[in-house]
C-alpha cells in the first residue's frame, strides 16, 4: 500500500513562527505536492516538486517555501506564520509521467494547522 | 481563473438511487481527469481517473463520463450509499505538466 505520512495531524503556532510541515512517502513518487483545504475554495496547489531539489509554483505561494533534499521527504515552511495561513494543509505524491505508471496522486492524512 | 469547476456546492440524494456530480474544466489542455473522496479530517481518497481518449471509465459503482466537446465530466455513483457521504473533489492535470488542479468540492449528502 501507498502511503504518504505527514507528520503532525494538529498543530496550533503562534503568528510570527517559523513553522515545518513534513511529508515522507515510501512509493519512490518523483511528484511531490502541497495543497491547502479551505471552505468554499477546495484544494489549492501551493507547491510542488517533481525531483530532488526540483520545485514549482502553485497558485498560492506567497508567505510559503518549500525544500526537498531527499527524494521521499517535501517540506513546507512558513516563513513567518499568519492567521490567513490557519487551513488544513495536505501532502501528495505520484510518479511522473503518470500516463505510464498511474494516474493518480496519494494523500497525506492532512495537517490541520491553526495560526493563534 | 479557475480551471477546474463544480458548481454545486452540495447534492442530496437517496439511498439506493443515482448519485451524479457534475464538473467543467476550461483548459483544453488537460488530458487526465481524476475523481477523490473525502471524509472530513481525513486526506482525500482516490476513486477513479479517465484519459482524454476516453469517453467512459467504468469501476464497480462509479462510471465516470467524459464529454470533451463540452469540457464537461461527470461522476455517477449507482446504486448510493451511506459511506457515499463525502466531499467529492474533480481534478484535472496535463500529463507533460505533472500539476493536479482541484475543484471546490461538492458534497454528497445520501438520505436514508
Known amino acids: 500500500d501507498v502511503k504518504v505520512t505527514q507528520s503532525s495531524r494538529y498543530l496550533v503556532k503562534r503568528t510570527g513562527e517559523k513553522v515545518f510541515l513534513e511529508c515522507v512517502q515510501d512509493m519512490d513518487h518523483e511528484n511531490m505536492f502541497w495543497y491547502r483545504q479551505d471552505p468554499g475554495l477546495g484544494l489549492r496547489l501551493i507547491y510542488f516538486s517533481y525531483d530532488v531539489k526540483m520545485k514549482e509554483k502553485g497558485d498560492i505561494p506567497e508567505g510559503y517555501s518549500v525544500s526537498r533534499e531527499k527524494k521521499e521527504r517535501f517540506s513546507l515552511i512558513l516563513e513567518s506564520a499568519s492567521t490567513n495561513q490557519t487551513s488544513m494543509y495536505l501532502c501528495a505524491s505520484s510518479f511522473l509521467d503518470r500516463g505510464i505508471r498511474g494516474t493518480e496522486a496519494f494523500f497525506g492524512q492532512g495537517t490541520r494547522l491553526t495560526v493563534v | 481563473d479557475q480551471q477546474v469547476k463544480q458548481n454545486s456546492p452540495s447534492l442530496s440524494v437517496q439511498e439506493g438511487r443515482i448519485s451524479i456530480l457534475n464538473c467543467d474544466y476550461t483548459?483544453?489542455?488537460?488530458?487526465?481527469f481524476l475523481w477523490y473522496k473525502k471524509y472530513p479530517a481525513e486526506g482525500p481518497t482516490f476513486l477513479i481517473s479517465i484519459s482524454s481518449i476516453k469517453d467512459k471509465n467504468e469501476d464497480g459503482r462509479f462510471t465516470v463520463f467524459l464529454n470533451k466537446s463540452a469540457k464537461h465530466l461527470s461522476l455517477h455513483i449507482v446504486p448510493s450509499q451511506p459511506g457515499d457521504s463525502a466531499v467529492y473533489f474533480c481534478?484535472?492535470?496535463?500529463?507533460?505538466?505533472?500539476?493536479?488542479?482541484f475543484g471546490k468540492g461538492t458534497r454528497l449528502h445520501i438520505l436514508p
Open positions: 481534478a484535472a492535470s496535463v500529463n507533460r505538466d505533472d500539476k493536479i488542479i
Open positions: 483548459n483544453s489542455m488537460f488530458d487526465y
